[in-house]
């Protein structure tokens, strides 16, 4: 791998081409000694070791992929109330009464008030419901 990378890595496409070239060979021709056959026997890809004749054979016979041109990220825009982080880096959520996460937590769990009345103890009586 580092005598690929250092021979083919002077431009990004050919780095890429390095090590794609080196996985597709690990993959395909190397056997793992713990699973004793090759990574691509073993998840049912191909039934045999491949040589290296036929490895070159098929990556010089099929067709280049389209290129996919790089379209620019773009920031989400927020669905609920949120403030603008310095130098447009995004936004930050604003937790107000109306958010839905806020209304889920608060119907999982009243408040203690609104469960029970108010407790009054007595020293000789137990309380009610003991």
Not at 4 to 23: E, G, I, P, Q, T
Not at 32 to 50: C, E, F, K, S
Not at 116 to 121: D, E, N, W, Y
């Amino acid at each position: 791998m580092r005598r690929l990378c250092r021979a083919f890595s002077k431009k990004a496409d050919h780095h890429r081409a390095a090590v794609a070239l080196n996985y597709v060979a690990y993959k395909l021709r190397r056997v793992v000694r713990t699973l004793r056959v090759t990574p691509a026997m073993q998840a049912g890809i191909t039934d045999h070791v491949w040589t290296l004749d036929e490895l070159m054979d098929t990556l010089l016979t099929e067709a280049e992929d389209p290129t996919h041109e790089a379209k620019p990220l773009t920031h989400r825009e927020p669905s609920a109330p949120a403030r603008a982080l310095p130098c447009g880096r995004g936004f930050l959520g604003l937790v107000t009464e109306s958010t839905p996460a806020l209304k889920k937590r608060r119907s999982k769990h009243p408040p203690p008030e609104a469960t029970r009345g108010p407790v009054q103890l007595s020293l000789f009586a137990p309380p009610e419901g003991w």
